[in-house]
């Protein structure tokens, strides 16, 4: 069979991995790096992808996409906050879709993504010397159906077979547990750029079995980087008298020397920003020039290390166990290194637990690889039991609404109801199936829309309609209908999907 990679499809970066003689590696891409950033710029005729569309990002934002994981699979109401904070045009397309406008031209988040993909797939092409086709695609184990269907989309359009979408923390846990002789409780804490996943999983000798997740998925470094540009506006304000909220070019550039030293405080105490020329007034241009404190950082983000705090109490919570009961401690994504996360988990969980054996930045990647290569047959079975991170509720008209399926129930899982109309007459019923948060409005759990036709005429409150609700190994759901009497199925019209056809 034809190699199979692993693909870390990021926020921020990608990361490529196989198995080479029965170990996961990383595929460096074509410019020698072992991570691509998760960016695309229309300049030229060619769009520009990865680290090339990074560098030229300040000069060009409007043209330049990044965090598209943020919007794939989402409505566009959904992603008004991301708006705000991005410096390119994000629209409305048809049905409420997500569409980026450059150049008078739109484009879907599904449609970027296979893009970046394909760009990852040609590189790991030509490094392994065969064509890829079959792949393990990660996801945070936080996205919802519409969320999946989307990357799954993105795979197809770029002409790839997508054997599993594998959950993030799932995945992580593959890379470090293989194989283990007793059963462990493992929390993996995976802050990447611009979500947050927190899992409980329970691993043993063959099996994986995540317990709960919670997490954020609008939570990751980028928003510590932007607090830290909103922090350098204000001191630049303050000295110079100028705001620079309104000028993009000057935004990006102070983001990225954020990030740049919100690293640099992964290892020392205090740095030094210096970004030359970065507006001009009458008086001639102006320098911007302060030194950062890593106290000062803490301060500044004090309300991200919050929430992270809570997400993580949030797990364990829904796993029903204490931080006594936590034997070790992932941490995955690029975003764990900032020492204040690092020092809030240990003092939840304690400091021996920290499993420091995996890279944060790879594991993914490595064990998306793993599944991909337990899919091919080169390596042996191993049951993967993962749980869905939302329950799935079936709305009928009248908005009387019954949960399916309950949070965190072992995946595959199939539910059945006996569903039947109101009224007389009917030929035709609108179920609304709400997946997500119970804690949430209705209005932000409403994901799909199913139209049950020809209905059988009959008499009211007898059951006449057998549901079936279906969530598969890759966290996706399906509804199929049928007649409780003849056993005849019935059409399920899907509308106000924002997935394509
Ligand atoms: P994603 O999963 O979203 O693609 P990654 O796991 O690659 O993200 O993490 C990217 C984030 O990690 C970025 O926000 C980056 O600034 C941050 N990061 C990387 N290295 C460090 C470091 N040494 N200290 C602090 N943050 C870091
Ligand atoms: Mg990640």
Redesign the pocket.
């Given at each position: 069979m034809a190699k199979a990679v692993g693909i870390?499809?990021?926020?921020?970066?990608?990361?490529v991995a196989v198995l080479e003689g029965g170990r996961p590696v990383v595929i460096a891409n074509a410019e020698g790096m072992r991570?691509t950033p998760?960016v695309l710029a229309f300049k030229e005729k060619k769009p520009l992808i990865g680290q090339i569309a990074k560098r030229q990002a300040t000069l060009n934002p409007e043209r330049t996409i990044y965090s598209l994981?943020r919007f794939i699979g989402r409505r566009y109401r959904e992603v008004t906050e991301e708006i705000k904070t991005v410096p390119y045009s994000v629209v409305s397309g048809q049905n409420e879709t997500v569409r980026f406008e450059i150049d008078d031209k739109l484009y879907s988040p599904e449609e970027l993504s296979a893009m970046l993909l394909r760009k990852l797939i040609d590189d790991a092409s030509s490094y392994l010397g065969e064509a890829v086709h079959d792949v393990v695609i990660s996801v945070p184990a936080y996205f919802n159906d519409s969320q999946r269907r989307g990357t799954m989309d993105a795979a197809r359009i770029a002409g790839l077979n997508v054997l599993r979408i594998i959950n993030?923390p799932t995945a992580a846990a593959l890379a470090y547990g293989l194989p283990r002789k007793t059963t462990e409780t493992i929390l993996v804490f995976?802050?990447?750029?611009?979500?947050l996943d927190v899992s409980v999983l329970d691993v043993s000798d063959d099996v994986f079995e995540v317990r709960a997740t919670a997490g954020d998925t609008q939570l990751?470094?980028?928003n510590?980087?932007k607090e830290v540009a909103e922090w350098l506006t204000v001191e630049f304000e303050k000295r110079h008298g100028i705001n620079l909220r309104h000028d993009k070019q000057a935004l990006q550039r102070l983001t990225e020397a954020a990030?740049?030293a919100?690293?640099?405080?992964?290892?020392v105490l205090e740095t030094q920003i210096y970004l030359p020329f970065i507006c001009t007034d009458a008086a001639g241009p102006k320098h911007l020039e302060v030194v950062l404190k890593r106290a000062q950082l803490n301060e500044l983000t004090a309300h991200l290390l919050k929430s992270c705090r809570d997400s993580l109490e949030a797990a364990l919570a829904e796993a029903k166990i204490t931080p006594d009961d936590v034997d070790q401690v992932l941490f995955?994504?690029?975003?764990?290194?900032?020492?204040a996360?690092q020092e809030l988990v240990q003092k939840i969980i304690g400091k021996r637990k920290i499993n420091r054996g995996v890279n944060?930045?790879e594991a993914?990647a490595l064990g998306a690889a793993i599944q991909a290569g337990i899919l091919t047959g080169e390596l042996k079975e191993l049951i993967l039991l993962d749980i869905t991170p939302f329950s799935l509720e079936l709305e009928t008209e009248g908005g009387l609404i019954s949960k399916v399926i309950e949070q965190n129930t072992a995946i595959p899982t199939r539910k059945t109801r006996l569903f039947s109309t109101t009224e007389d007459n009917r030929s035709a019923v609108d179920l609304h199936i709400l997946q997500g948060d119970p804690k949430l409005a209705k209005e932000n759990r409403r994901v799909r829309q199913f139209r049950l036709d020809e209905i059988v005429r009959t008499h009211p409150g007898h059951a006449l309609v057998e549901l079936t609700f279906e969530i598969d190994a890759n966290g996706l759901f399906n509804v199929s209908a049928k007649d409780n009497k003849t056993g005849k199925e019935h059409p399920l019209i899907i509308s106000d999907s924002v997935n394509m056809d």
């Open positions: 870390d499809l990021g926020t921020t970066n990608c990361v991570a998760s994981k993030e995976d802050l990447g750029g611009g979500t990751g470094g980028c510590f980087d990030e740049k919100i690293i640099e405080l992964s290892t995955v994504g690029g975003s764990t290194r900032i020492l996360v944060p930045d993914v």
